[in-house]
């Protein structure tokens, strides 16, 4: 897979190579790490993605306005309680480029997913605000009302569906991960036994990892040692400073990640749960489901779902069709 260089590194590398040298380095990282944390709709000039698309892009890069000349069929399937309301407030968990991530303003959400939901915006015709939220509060944030739309890659799992549709827009894989100083091997999810595995909190990947603690355990070996972190950057952070023996996350976001680092990383083993969907959340029952599935229908049948992700590097996760409640292999 080939990124693109962006014209400034992203912020959850840029705290990595703090990380690499040493106690002081680390404490720096962490420090960062708090500036992607909170929600923001602060006016930024940096606008939408310098390095991606430009779809949706405003003064003020976290809300991207409607404009009515750009709205397709879709716009006509969105329900009226979110047309009364004049705008989606999109949950995302900007801490996992090339995904998302905040931009060298500490405030810009960019990234793929960022510019993929401006586009989808446009579609339906109505003004987005994107705000930074952890990753386990997209869900219950859905439930409450505080956000309307979830677009932080989550897969579709039994559990979540309970609460919540999806909307499938890419497939991707995961996979493990090490310090490039690292000695450690590791292939597999069985290959886990023992080691201090790092992953975000509230994930698919960290039930994996829980599950195959217990099988661990069943099987009288050590029990994988599953360090949950609030976000991608201080998850991947505990890798480069030897906290976690090794991480666990999507593939596309450590090859990005490695390319970023100049191979302060590396990969280990085979890609795990290859081809899952990720998909976009919504609330259960909303309607929203099916409005948003056409708006990509339509940025694929004219060329702007394919911009998007060619301009961030990585076509190879594109789909065909959207689906809605598609689980894939995450069931």
């Known amino acids: 897979m080939v990124f693109k260089t962006q014209d400034t ?3 959850r590398p840029t705290r990595l190579r703090a990380a ?13 790490s708090a500036c992607g944390s909170s929600a923001t709709s602060s006016p930024s000039a940096s606008g939408a993605a310098s390095g991606g698309s430009t779809a949706g892009a405003s003064a003020n890069g976290n809300i ?50 960022a510019d993929l939901i401006k586009g989808i915006g446009q579609k339906l015709g109505i003004t987005l605000e994107l705000e930074n939220a952890g990753f386990d509060t997209i869900i219950p944030g859905l439930a409450s009302g505080r956000i309307d739309v979830g677009q932080a890659g989550m897969y579709a799992k039994k559990e979540r569906l309970e609460k919540a549709d999806f909307v ?3 497939k991707i894989g995961s996979t493990l991960f090490t310090s490039n100083k690292s000695s450690k091997s590791y292939d597999g999810l069985d290959s886990l036994c023992g080691a201090g595995v790092a992953v975000q909190l509230g994930t698919t990947l960290q039930t ?10 069943a099987d009288g070996k050590p029990a994988v040692k599953v360090l949950t972190f609030g976000n991608g950057s201080e998850e991947t952070l505990a890798v480069g400073s030897g906290r976690a023996d090794v991480g666990f996350d999507s593939q596309e976001t450590i090859n990005y990640l490695i390319k ?14 290859a081809n899952i969907p990720s998909s976009i959340a919504v609330p259960k029952g909303s309607g929203l489901d099916k409005a948003i599935q056409k708006a990509l229908e339509e940025m694929m ?3 702007s779902y394919a911009k998007v992700f060619d301009d961030w590097g990585v076509s190879p996760i594109m789909i065909k069709q959207p689906a809605i409640n598609d689980t894939g292999s995450a069931s």
């Open 64 to 113: 991207s306005p409607a404009d009515p000349s750009k709205a397709g069929k879709a716009a006509e399937l969105l329900p009226q309680k979110y047309k009364d309301k004049g705008k989606l407030v999109i949950g995302l968990d900007a801490s996992t480029p090339p995904g998302e991530y905040i931009d060298k303003d500490g405030k810009t959400i960019r990234g793929y997913q």
């Open 9 to 11: 590194p992203p912020v």
């Open 168 to 170: 499938s827009y890419a």
């Open 208 to 217: 994996m990892l829980e599950d195959q603690s217990k099988k661990c355990t």
């Open 301 to 303: 049948a004219d060329g």
């Open 20 to 32: 690499v040298l040493g106690a002081a380095g680390i404490a720096v990282a962490l420090t960062l």
């Open 260 to 273: 970023q680092t100049n191979g302060q990383f590396k990969l280990t083993g085979s890609t795990i749960a």
